[in-house]
């Protein structure tokens, strides 16, 4: 049997975590009332505080774990920085772990968090979101126990708070912006097929619908590599693919391989290929033309995720989906408005 948490405490007791913490230290601000029915419950439980749940009442020594995959990817990494900047301004310390794509570390990591005693865990990105529920499961798990906060991803689940950026409306937008400049071959560049993934997919199809195009004008090309070899396998998609006038690409990473691929091609961007990035990142200044691209919000997406959190931890009500609307930033790489 796993051992309560101070979350288990504050739920079961009905006070707030701060409360439960007040309780640990002795704090004179806790009525002899409230302070014996938290002691009652910690009894119950067989509870053993940790130094971090001490913390929580003093302003020391609080955690929150950070799930990422990998902070060599742009995003991530950002949102990370975001993450840690925010929880710092409200006392608390980050725990993070880089999980990989594999799913036996990703609840390797989660379980290890768990152990670490974390006050609760924000998953970065919506790849930790898996095909089947089953798979889901170990987040569920997690969620009876301390918060989970889903940064760009969505699962359903008590306790299960999610903050994802509007990659539906973003990439419906962008499709629809490359139509109205009579772009009708347009190719979709995607990585793995993720939750944000599938609704930027979904945003691109039904543009293509709203301007009478059928499944001929859908596109798809998918890669996992790096900006280098993602410019060779569009040298080999191009030798026997089809016709293209606009690339829209999943994040800019992708779109910069494009990119790079059609100046070495010498096809004119953005007279003849238009090209659309996504996240916004660094790399979309460090190219000429410079790279039209959807900004994803992340840094809101992490305020508001932290913001929600806090929120939280004093058992307030808050919703457990958000929805932030993207940006569209153009620049060279499609052609500007006359």
């Known amino acids: 049997m796993k051992q309560a948490t101070i979350y288990d405490i504050s739920h079961k007791a009905g006070v707030s975590i701060a409360t439960v913490s007040r309780v640990l230290n002795d704090s004179p601000k806790v009525s002899p009332k409230t302070k014996a029915r938290v002691l009652e419950v910690m009894e119950e439980y067989g509870y053993e505080p940790n ?5 929580l009442g003093t302003g020391s ?3 929150i774990g950070i799930l990422c995959a990998d902070v060599a990817d742009i995003y991530l990494a950002n949102a990370v920085s975001f993450l840690e900047r925010e929880l710092s301004q409200e006392g608390f310390e980050s725990l993070l772990s880089c999980t990989g794509y594999e799913y036996k570390d ?12 974390v006050d609760a865990v924000i998953m970065v990105g919506s790849h930790y979101i898996e095909d089947t529920p089953k798979k889901n499961e170990y987040i569920l798990d997690t969620s009876a ?6 940064l760009n991803g969505y699962l359903e689940g008590e306790n299960i708070y999610c903050n ?3 990659d539906y409306g973003a990439f419906f937008h962008a499709a629809e912006h490359l139509l109205k400049k009579g772009r009708e071959n347009v190719l979709f560049l995607y990585r793995e097929e993720t939750y944000s993934c599938k609704r930027k997919r979904e945003g691109f199809l039904d543009a293509l619908k709203k301007y009478g195009l059928g499944s001929e004008h859908a596109r798809m090309f998918q890669s996992t590599n790096r900006i ?14 089809p016709q293209v006038d606009a690339i829209l690409a999943c994040d800019d990473e992708l779109a910069i391989g494009a990119l790079k691929f059609l100046q070495e091609q010498a096809v004119s961007v953005p007279e003849q290929v238009s090209v659309i990035g996504c996240n916004n990142s660094v790399l979309s200044i460090c190219c000429n033309p410079e790279l039209t691209s ?3 919000m992340c840094e809101e997406l992490c305020i508001n995720t932290v913001s929600m959190l806090m929120r939280i931890l004093e058992q307030q009500k808050v ?16 052609p500007c408005e006359k």
């Open 51 to 55: 130094v971090f749940a001490r913390g």
């Open 61 to 63: 020594m609080k955690t």
């Open 106 to 117: 990703k609840v390797k990591c989660m379980r290890m968090m768990e152990s670490r005693k």
């Open 145 to 150: 126990r301390i918060p989970v906060m889903l």
């Open 164 to 166: 994802l950026s509007d």
């Open 228 to 241: 280098q070899d993602i410019k060779d396998e569009l040298r080999e998609y191009f030798q026997t693919g």
């Open 294 to 296: 959807i900004d994803n």
């Open 319 to 334: 919703s457990t989906k958000t929805v932030v609307s993207c940006k569209f930033v153009e620049r060279g790489t499609t």
